[in-house]
């Protein structure tokens, strides 16, 4: 990763991934973009000594862009990690007020799980 590129760390959420309300699409768009703006400073260092008023307004412009993409995604993966882990709050908070119902839940997952692979 660039010296130069702050973004936050993913480690934040605690290790959880996906906790299956489509977050690992949004966690793959924040990746995708991420690696955009590393290809762009990327071609920003490579064009530094490239003479040119044209090419000279093209980075000052890219530059701004990259600075505003990167404030973008910065607050996109807060909030992404921010619900995951108020999804993962309430779902130890239900576990905890229903630890028999939750019980039961898992039991009848992996009962349906060992019928439908059993079938196989």
Partial sequence: MSED???P???D???NNNNGNGNSSKEKFIADMKAVVLDFEEILRETTGVAGDRIGELRERIAVRLRDAKARIAEAE???VG????AARA???YVNE???RATGIAAGIGL???VIIGRR
């Fill in 5 to 7: 590129t702050d973004f």
């Fill in 9 to 11: 760390s993913n480690s």
């Fill in 13 to 15: 959420n605690g290790g």
């Fill in 78 to 80: 807060e909030v992404l």
């Fill in 83 to 86: 619900r995951t882990k108020a």
């Fill in 91 to 93: 779902t130890d908070v």
């Fill in 98 to 100: 229903n630890p028999w």
């Fill in 112 to 114: 349906l799980l060992g």
